[in-house]
């Protein structure tokens, strides 16, 4: 079992390089931190028992076999764990003056889209690991983590994707959200696309329609046996190009746009 002293130190360790790793290591990073965090809770003489869903998430992060669509959600929910567990110890401990770093720990991790994928929201992701394990330091004792001054947002590699449009059909996302994704004919493959919340396409149509050919832009990712990409923009003979995302795959619901 880590020290609250060693756990304090590997935090800043895991820190720095989460915020310079490719995504896939980083979601290896990000899961050692969730589990740096409850050896570090549990060294504090918190009950095994409050770091149980902490475990889990950080378990489930690292498994492999996890779709990309559920990795922030693992994060959000470890990180809700951690905090939770910090409050309990805090409260067991008598401390009264650390509820502001609480505080502010429960905001950033609520900044962690569920409906994101991961390598999406890095700053967000970054910024919440920061907050939590300095609530983790002023809770159990020593040097808060080393972090850059701001968070650094690494724009994902794009490539291009050439082919039929299908069909395309709405799915549930854990939030309750509609997304709506549609599947593109490439060669002998199929492509699920993911393109945007059903509402921001009904403000903002598709310029394709099933049967036409299409050229998407975004970023390619696996889910199980499926290869899967999420969209920047759309290119079809129905209309302009439609721009769903940024070069960061900051998507244009996320932010006011005039006439969105």
Known sequence: MLSEKSASEQLREDLLRLSGEHWEAARMT???????????????????????????QARLLS???????????????????????????????KLKTVGSWLSSARSAVAQVDRDDLFELQRAAIQDAFRTVSVAFVMVTGGSPPAAPSAPEEIAPPTVRLSGTLIRIEQRPRASGAQVTYAWVQTG?????????????????????????????????????AV??????????????????????????????????
Not at 40 to 56: D, F, H, M, V
Not at 66 to 74: A, I, L, M, Y
Not at 193 to 216: K, S
């Open 227 to 260: 290869i899967s990409m999420v969209a920047f923009s759309v290119e079809g003979p129905r209309g302009p190009p439609l721009q769903l995302r940024d070069e960061r795959g900051l998507g244009r619901w996320s932010r006011p746009v005039p006439g969105v």
């Open 188 to 224: 002998e493959s199929e492509v699920l696309v993911e393109l945007a919340p059903a509402p921001f396409l009904q403000r903002n149509p598709l310029p394709a329609r099933p049967g036409d050919e299409v050229q998407i832009s975004g970023i390619t990712t696996a889910q199980g």
């Open 63 to 93: 498994d492999p076999e996890q779709v990309p669509f559920t990795q922030s959600d693992r994060v959000r929910d470890g990180l809700e764990a951690a905090v939770t567990a910090l409050e309990n110890l805090a409260a067991a401990r």
């Open 30 to 56: 990000a899961s050692q931190a969730l589990c740096t965090l409850a050896l570090g809770i549990e060294g504090a003489s918190a009950p095994r028992s409050t770091t149980k869903t902490l475990r889990e």
